[in-house]
């Protein structure tokens, strides 16, 4: 696969299908990306879990944090990745050692690793590289332009308002 560019509905596709997630490197600094990550997807709907052996046995965002993806309670439809490129050939063993194997498997931004990508590939996981799950839901389900960012996408649909959070989410509940 080209990862230089994904298709909008390859995207799509994986954030509408995941349910459960580990966050490899997440973090407990509320001001970090990863927490930022960990904390919007479990307010998205998704079932989080973060991994960060330096925080084991505590909590990120309400989640209780493990060490290690082999220490996972359940098996996880993906992982993302908040790691240095150069660490991806080490996760992404961790990865190939689970059992079941996770149907994808996302890098965060600046992080890529084009041989791990064929790696997992080979096995059947869906890979993503490059791009932060956060951006790309906020993105295709148009909130990421109330902040004033360019989301690509023009509409003179007037936004459905309810009552509480709002969320436009690409994820139907």
């Known amino acids: 696969m080209n990862h ?15 349910k459960t997630v580990a966050i490899v490197g997440a973090s ?3 001001v970090r990306p990863s927490f930022f990550v960990t904390k919007y997807l479990i307010d998205k709907g998704y079932t989080v879990f973060p991994v960060n052996p330096g925080q084991a046995g505590r909590e990120i ?4 944090v493990v060490a290690r993806l082999s220490d996972l309670p359940e098996p996880v439809d993906m992982v993302d990745i908040f790691r ?4 991806i050939p080490g996760v992404t063993d961790e990865i190939l050692a689970m059992d ?3 149907g994808v498997v996302w890098m965060q931004l600046t992080v890529r690793d084009d041989a791990s990508a064929v790696r997992l590939e080979e096995k059947g ?3 993503v590289m490059d791009r932060c799950p956060k951006i790309e839901y906020a993105r295709l389900s148009r909130e990421i332009g109330w902040n004033g960012v360019n989301s690509r996408v023009i509409s003179s649909k007037k936004p459905i308002m309810r009552k509480g959070f709002q969320s436009f989410g690409i994820r139907q509940r």
């Open 100 to 102: 079941p194997l996770p």
């Open 125 to 127: 996981i869906r890979v």
């Open 61 to 64: 965002a309400g989640r209780p």
């Open 28 to 30: 407990a600094n509320e």
């Open 84 to 87: 240095p490129s150069a660490a």
């Open 4 to 18: 230089d560019k994904y298709d909008d509905a390859y995207i799509s596709s994986i954030l509408n299908t995941v």
